[in-house]
């Protein structure tokens, strides 16, 4: 019998039942052409060729070698939990080198995470007691229900949004959540945001980053700005919450820069989940030192730390490398809608991120949840292609998709795009 902690997650939403239909008959252009093909999925790997060259041309840093002698032992040993200072070094800079070098990070100011997953759990168990909430935008990542909520107890409340202001976040939807919440006898800590948003692909407007800053302030929250896809988005011209905050409040020492914190990883930027690399940033020092004794729990290890330092340092490189993975992103996305449109399916406007956010709203036998998990169904069943239904996102309007194109061969995504308008043909003569 196992406890009821670990029997109730979030973790039967369709996001996650539609990875485990790929699983079960994965899409392969040779040995299983008719299998699923797997757009649901926000990964990155369209620019492995760079970090493969850079990793041949470097074998030194592969097999655990600085300057001649080998690091193998140190490596070994090492357990502390403020991680190597080289790569805290070279990972504060990779951050303001994304952000166009804008914003500077402090490596004392720096918590490292096995990923960004880890990274908002923490922050959840530092700001908030269990029953106590954050606010979050919708539509949001379907993995939040389970990082931010399962083992802390934390709740979230959405903060509605629609497709009539492209899902902008507006004062009385702030407020709304704010009262909802209030009503519920919950406590709000604070304000929980993606920046660039998954899965709308758009960055927070300067109109919405001064409401949200002003909202925060007016009520004491904290903010946390979860921006692990800073390096995917077209240009990084595109103001932060920490750059909008410099101007709201240039004092570094007025109190609500103890209550904005920032989350990175290296996850979507570098395409490097499986390495598990991500950070807190954050100007509370109380917050820095509870949050690095519980990055124990889920520590980076220390080859990989290693590694990410030597690519990191390469600076020549990672400017390259950043330029040219963002020039390829904007070529697929570019490619992605222009077959959506094609297909007659209208997609939101975004600039960043892994995916796109699409409209089929016009294919829903009627407007409501059934009818657009019913689309889906058929979508993965009998069309063969996986995405992510709003719902899972927790959108407040039925019809909307999550359709990724970073984890797929060029090949794939064109049979997957042939595959979507058979779809949308099929769906329109049944309506
Ligand atoms: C907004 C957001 N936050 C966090 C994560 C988790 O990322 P990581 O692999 O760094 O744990 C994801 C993954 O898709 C995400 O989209």
């Not at 927790?394 to 359709?403: I, L, M, N, Q, S």
């Amino acid at each position: 019998m196992l406890s009821r902690k670990v029997t109730s997650h979030g973790q039967d939403s369709s996001y996650f039942l539609g990875w485990q239909e790929y699983e079960k008959n994965p899409f392969d252009p040779i040995h299983n052409p008719s299998g699923i093909i797997q757009m649901g999925l926000a990964e990155n790997q369209l620019s492995f060729d760079l970090l493969e060259s850079w990793i041949e041309e470097n074998q030194e840093s592969n097999w655990f070698r600085k300057r001649g002698g080998s690091v193998f032992r140190e490596l070994a040993l090492f357990q502390d939990y403020h991680g190597l200072p080289e790569f805290k070094k070279e990972l504060a800079e990779y951050m303001s080198e994304i952000r166009g070098n804008r914003v500077k990070f402090d490596v004392d100011k720096l918590v490292l995470t096995a990923g960004s997953t880890s990274a908002n759990e923490i922050l959840m168990f530092c700001l908030a007691e269990p029953g106590e909430a954050f606010l979050i935008p919708t539509p949001y990542y379907p993995g939040f229900d389970r990082d931010l909520q399962w083992r802390t107890g934390v709740e979230i409340i959405p903060i509605h949004t629609t497709s009539s202001n492209n899902f902008a976040i507006t004062k009385p939807s702030l407020e709304e959540a704010f009262q909802r919440a209030q009503s519920l006898h919950l406590k709000v800590k604070g304000l929980f945001l993606t920046n660039p948003s998954n899965p709308l692909g758009t960055t927070l407007s300067p109109q919405e980053l001064h409401l949200l800053l002003s909202f925060s302030l007016s009520h004491s929250l904290h903010i946390v700005s979860d921006e692990i896809y800073s390096g995917t988005a077209s240009s990084p011209s595109s103001p932060t919450l920490t750059e909008a905050l410099a101007r709201l409040l240039p004092d570094p020492l007025h109190p609500a820069w103890g209550r904005l914190h920032v989350v990175s990883s290296l996850s979507k930027d570098l395409g490097l989940p499986g390495f598990r690399i991500g950070a807190i940033y954050s100007h509370n020092a109380a917050l820095v030192a509870a949050a690095t004794k519980m990055s124990s729990f889920g520590l980076v290890s220390s080859q990989s730390q290693f590694l990410l330092s030597r690519i990191l340092a390469d600076k020549g490189f990672i400017r390259r490398y950043t330029r040219e993975n963002r020039a390829r992103l904007g070529r697929r996305r570019g490619v992605m809608q222009a077959g959506l449109r094609e297909a007659g399916l209208p997609c939101l406007r975004s600039e960043a991120g892994l995916f796109c956010w699409v409209d089929m709203r016009r294919l829903l036998a009627s407007a409501s949840f059934e009818a657009e998990a019913e689309l889906w169904r058929r979508m993965v069943h009998e069309f063969g292609v996986n995405v992510a239904p709003g719902s899972s996102c927790h959108c407040a309007e039925p019809g909307w998709f999550r359709v990724c194109f970073a984890n797929v061969a060029e090949e794939t995504l064109r049979v997957a795009m042939r595959r979507i308008r058979a779809f949308v043909a099929d769906s329109g003569i049944r309506r």
